[in-house]
């Protein structure tokens, strides 16, 4: 009689811990590629997103008159601006720090590593929060750990990322 109750304890101890333990989402992928739907402030327009790997990031712009045909890249500790056969190379930390292509960039690095209670379970998915250049940012993963959302409600900036 006493074994069953010592298989029947052993059993809800293993559910009651594992049911306790904080879910995490799983890792992003290195590699991605999205159609970017960006409203930042007032403006709204698109970009083809790819990340080739964490803190590698290219943004085409498209739907905003002002933005067409321009291309952003990330790399390394470069940033490279493309825009009617001229090209800008200059230092990542002489951007703007309330830039949003900065802060996303940053924002999908910090996916890889949450901070501890940044976690939260929603329906479809995480929210994982954090902080880029000071600025408090929500995104929302999915069941694949792939980024699908960001807001950042202090600049205004929100960008839904479609497959």
């Known amino acids: 009689m006493s074994r069953k109750y010592a298989v029947a304890f052993f059993v809800f101890l293993l559910l009651f811990l594992t049911a306790c333990r904080p879910k995490l989402p799983p890792p992003p992928p ?10 930042f402030g007032e403006k709204r327009f698109t970009a083809a ?12 712009f498209a739907g905003l008159p002002e933005l067409e045909g321009m291309q952003l890249r990330l790399e390394g500790g470069t940033a490279i601006l493309r825009y009617g056969g001229m090209e800008l190379s200059l230092p990542t930390p002489s951007l703007p720090q309330a830039g949003f292509a900065g802060l996303l960039s940053r924002a ?28 408090a940012y929500t995104v929302r993963v999915d ?18 990322l479609l497959p």
């Open 30 to 39: 290195r590699s991605f590629t999205a159609q970017a739907q960006i409203t």
């Open 49 to 60: 997103l790819e990340q080739s790997c964490p803190g590698s990031l290219r943004l085409d």
């Open 108 to 135: 999908l690095q910090q996916l890889a590593q949450p901070a501890e209670g940044a976690v939260k379970r929603v329906p479809g998915g995480w929210d994982v929060n954090g902080a880029a250049g000071g600025l």
């Open 143 to 160: 069941t694949e750990g792939m980024p699908r959302a960001l807001d950042m409600p202090g600049t205004g900036l929100h960008i839904e």
